[in-house]
């Protein structure tokens, strides 16, 4: 008679999840796939970066939302491996401090939480406008004042719901998200309906195969890169499932699962999004909003406004507010669980890993993520002006690109050793992966390079002779070296890797379990 090892108690009640004392098994595979979604905020996103990309590409926005999908899915399938075998809510951060070092997991986590930071005060400035907007006080839409006092309230807002409960949000998240994604629907078949049936006026468009086609049209591969940047950032947001992965229910499998998911519903949302607007507007000097010059601007409301009437406006604003909300609350989430992590390997200070008893939430993390957002976004205020949202946007489309590409190499490294013995793992773990981060990085250092030399044709704002995108970009990132150094001196446990406990090179789940132990632990 054979005897065998009891099997191993699931994933959500794993005891090694419990040591950061987060609330576990608190979400299911719909609220961890609506978080993902959520972060990425599909009407926020496209009101912020449609102007960019087609300022950058015209009519090409569609097969741009294409080429951004397909390294999105390849590192989607990096975050699924290696939350199979280490479901951290530090995930990039911790996966590539183990696989490339500390120091490059600590640049990695930092450019996470700066790029959060970025995004926020683009977020606070469309929820605060809008709010006037639904209500019709336009005038306060237009006062500065009025709209960052709003956007301030807002960030304040969603940080108590992501403070007081994980649940709490998934339910908050539920409601906007379903609100947002059907309102877009209604959009985009009222404005292809009218394009067909001769409604849409004079410089509408039909439906072009040409726009899937990345060549020709005088595209050159310098704008399909800038395009590509802003289109990237579009996606950006689905990883904040796995962020959540310690609190989900199997947690080894269901965060991965709802990143993949999560990208091919994103896909579905832009291209069909982006296909209606572009029809209807048209793409030149006089369409309504995807103009030569709409680089920066909100491009989605102004059609809106003229292809749903007033009433059917009024629901495409609540819907990018919705959105707008539902991101900053979602984006709050993750990267306070990124800096817990950090806190908890001593890679920030102890108090960033404090977790409130009641709600088993971060608590110092959390509020610092709020309030470090509403100090940046009133510096962004204060030097503000027209050429700095498209910056922001493609700022944020280096630093996504960055943390994405690592982690899409991470995997490869991983997993190694085992690339060899099936098709599936070479693909999924390795090749994809690996091609992925290869685009990202590409596209990373070509667009650094361009952003190095202020445009003369889009108002790039510029300091010290140097563009305004890779100040945000670059310039952001290389300020943690030195808080790195910094925190190195005071406190040296974390960069001796002592401070995180396992193998850098993780077992696979598939891989056979050590033998059990005859003796039963205490």
């Not at 990039?92 to 401090?97: E, H, N, Q, Y």
């Not at 209604?186 to 468009?205: C, D, Q």
């Not at 590509?228 to 689905?238: D, M, P, T």
Request: net charge neutral; charged share 10%.
């Amino acid at each position: 008679m054979t005897t065998t090892a009891p099997p191993a108690p699931p994933a959500e009640h794993d005891p090694s999840l419990a040591r950061k004392g987060l609330k576990l098994g608190a979400i299911g595979l719909i609220s961890s796939i609506v978080i993902a979604i959520a972060s990425t905020a599909p009407a926020y996103s496209l009101t912020s970066a449609l102007g960019s990309v087609v300022g950058e590409v015209g009519t090409k926005a569609p097969v741009a939302m294409l080429i951004a999908f397909v390294p999105m899915l390849f590192i989607s399938y990096a975050y699924k491996a290696l939350n199979n075998v280490d479901p951290d809510c530090g995930t990039s951060f911790t996966w590539v401090a183990r696989a490339f070092g500390r120091r490059t997991g600590w640049i990695t986590g930092w450019v996470i939480v700066i790029a959060d930071i970025i995004v926020m005060a683009n977020l606070a400035e469309i929820a605060g406008s809008y709010t006037f907007q639904l209500f019709g006080a336009y005038g306060l839409a237009d006062s500065t004042g009025w709209t960052t006092l709003a956007g301030c309230l807002w960030i304040l807002l969603m940080t108590l719901i992501a403070w007081i409960g994980i649940e709490l949000s998934a339910r908050t998240q539920v409601v906007l998200l379903s609100l947002e994604l059907l309102i877009l629907a209604i959009f985009a078949v009222t404005a292809l309906a009218k394009v067909y049936s001769g409604h849409a006026g004079t410089l509408a468009i039909h439906p072009s195969l040409s726009w899937f086609n990345p060549f020709g049209g005088g595209m050159s591969f310098s704008t399909l890169s800038a395009g590509f940047l802003a289109a990237v950032f579009i996606y950006w947001g689905w990883d904040s499932a796995v962020a959540a992965n310690e609190e989900t229910t199997h947690s080894h499998i269901t965060p991965g699962r709802a990143a993949v998911i999560s990208t091919v519903v994103l896909l579905v949302t832009y291209v069909l999004v982006t296909v209606a607007a572009q029809s209807y507007a048209g793409v030149g000097s006089t369409g309504i909003g995807l103009t030569s010059d709409a680089a920066g601007t909100d491009a989605l409301s102004g059609i809106g406004q003229a292809a749903l009437g007033t009433f059917g406006f009024k629901l495409l604003v609540l819907a990018i507010l919705s959105s707008s909300a539902a991101s900053a609350q979602t984006t709050i989430l993750p990267t306070a669980r990124t800096t817990l992590s950090m806190a908890a390997y001593k890679a920030l200070p102890k108090v960033f890993g404090d977790v409130h008893r009641r709600f088993q939430t971060p608590t110092v993390s959390t509020w610092a993520m709020g309030l470090l957002s509403i100090a940046f976004y009133a510096v962004m205020v204060y030097v503000k002006d027209g050429g700095l949202l498209n910056d922001m946007i493609l700022a944020l489309g280096l630093q996504i690109a960055f943390y994405y590409g690592l982690t899409g190499f991470a995997s490869a490294w991983y997993f190694r050793r085992e690339l060899t013995t099936n098709a599936r793992s070479l693909w999924l773990k390795g090749i994809l992966p690996v091609v992925g981060g290869v685009v990202l990085f590409a596209s990373f250092f070509y667009s650094a390079y361009q952003f190095w030399t202020p445009s003369t044709d889009d108002g790039d704002v510029q300091w010290l002779g140097v563009g305004g995108k890779f100040w945000l970009g670059i310039g952001a990132m290389v300020l943690g070296v030195p808080i790195m150094i910094v925190w190195n001196l005071f406190n040296a446990a974390y960069f001796k890797g002592g401070t995180m406990v396992g193998p850098d090179r993780l077992v696979s789940k598939a891989e056979p379990a050590a033998p059990a132990s005859a003796t039963a632990p205490a």
